[in-house]
């Protein structure tokens, strides 16, 4: 009896534990080529990151476009009201308000386009956006090179005017997109091509999907019953896959296609390099979808429980990101990454920078802060309400966190403006310190800054900017008065300027740098007027104190004089 009895025994043992395996209370043991897979924090911003590079980050504080330095640590206010940035080789590129914008290394904002639309789609080195076309329902697409600064509108160029919610881009500018009759047009430096395909939908539907490369889209073949994965590029059509239920998931980005098949024990998971070469990735478990593919390859798959990591190199070899026992619980969150020029993964989300490490780097090594020194030791600002911009220097360029925290002994005198930038502002008389903080605490630097009564603003006198002399006066003197504060010394420049008079011939010009010292409320500018013996009428030359700044009005900074001929 017992001896009958002991297979029914094993049976229930499988099951029990097959069902504690479900349930959580047993975890299925890890893969042997599992590692440790984790993001480290490459910067943290007070707002939300809309693009970045090597060194930069572009991102939203709520009050406009900024761009952080992550060498030197410091940030630019690009402009306000922005909707979408992108860096450039030379600055930024960015919409607001219906307009497009470039603000280059001279910290000019430029108008490049206007009546621009929703779309604003961006690769590594290109940005796709749509003007709208007056007294039309169309839009232009057009082209920005983020190296070289390029603006090329393709639409006006190829005749194909384009839907306002649909493009799509390669790293090297090869644009795909939609025009008024829904039908996919490819361009490429120059040259259109509208392809046979018409897709009414969007992509969301996995039905079609383009990367500005290639079309890679599901076809029902009526003739064997079946189902195929064909793809379009370069003018050409080939038949990826045939199937007889519908494929489970597929993906494209710059060239790189990953699908995941329907035949576990036959093709599995299928990689192709833009170039065409394949590589077969088992499948971890039946379902598996695709979670990510990055635009160098990288590739992110998920089961039911799992996520795992490999790329063409790997030759099908698998890296677990996540393991769970609860269903679609995965311990893992996919924040898209690509590849920068040190070789590593960077993505960002929200507020934060990460570099994702997949497996055998491991966690790097804390490397403290050494060093933190400030561009200024001591400061004077005069009056309140003034502002300036602290630069601290971390060493080494290597430290693990590089972030620096700003604060102010007394901000009732000196208020730090934002406490990741190192802007501060002068409220009230008195001395106090700025102290730059390395994150971990370990690392200060800090600089003293007095502020004390107003500077001042110079200006000519109001009541007499046009003065008469004679060609006789010989040198004539123009006063400057200093008001409204007289703290410290305070340097104008000043120029004068031709109008009917000519320099050299009926005065000569002056140029310089006027200098009042602490306490000085007035000075004096010296020209000489040339006295000849031509007979003339009356000329005219101007001064001007140039000191946008320190000037009480634009109007009070310049003086005009009118020459009369004594001889």
Known sequence: MQAKLLPVYRWLIVIIALSLTMTGLILPAKAADETESHYVVVDTIVGKILDFDDNRILYNGGDGLYVKNRQNQTTVYV????????LAADGVFYTAGGYAYFRGRDNANVQVASSTGLLFAKSRDYVAFTTKIPQSTA????????KDNNLRNVSAQNGYKAKKDFATLSNDGRLMYKNEANEIIAYREGQTVKTPYVF??????????????????????????????NRYQGGHEERLYVFNDDINDFQVNNGWLAYVSNDPAGDGIVLIAPEGNKRKIPYP????????????????????????YTNFEMNGRLVTLSNSS????????????RKMADGKLYGFKGNTLYRFVPESEGPPPDIPVESVSLDKTTLELYGSNISAQLTATVLPTNASNRQVVWKSDNPDIVMVKDAASGVITSMNKGTTKI???????????????????????????????????????????ATVYRIGGSQGELSI???????????????????????????QTMATISISIINDKVKERMESFSLKLAAPSALVTPETGTTFYLIHDDD
Not at 79 to 86: E, T
Not at 139 to 146: A, K, P, S
Not at 326 to 337: A, C, G, K, R, T
Request: net charge negative; charged share 20%.
């Open 200 to 229: 009414m939908t969007d992509e969301s539907s996995r039905g079609h999907m383009t990367d500005g490369i290639q079309v890679v889209f599901k076809q029902w073949l009526t003739d064997l019953d079946l189902n195929s994965l």
């Open 139 to 146: 839009y232009h697409i057009q082209l920005f090179n983020r």
């Open 435 to 477: 102290v730059a903080m390395a994150a971990d605490g370990r690392v200060t630097a800090d600089c003293t800054v007095t502020v004390t009564d107003p500077q001042g603003k110079v200006q000519f006198d109001p009541g007499s900017l046009v003065k008469a002399v004679k060609e006789s006066d010989g040198n004539i003197y």
């Open 493 to 519: 420049p000043y120029t004068t300027k031709s109008d009917t008079a000519a320099s050299y011939l009926d005065f000569t010009p002056a140029a310089g740098i006027l200098t009042f010292r602490d306490g």
């Open 79 to 86: 402009g306000g009201a922005a909707s979408n940035g992108a």
């Open 285 to 308: 478990s039946y379902p598996s979808t695709i979670a990510y593919l990055s635009d160098t390859g990288d590739l992110i798959i998920k089961d039911d429980y799992s996520m795992y």
């Open 326 to 337: 609860s269903l679609y619980d995965y311990h893992f969150e996919v924040i898209p990454f």
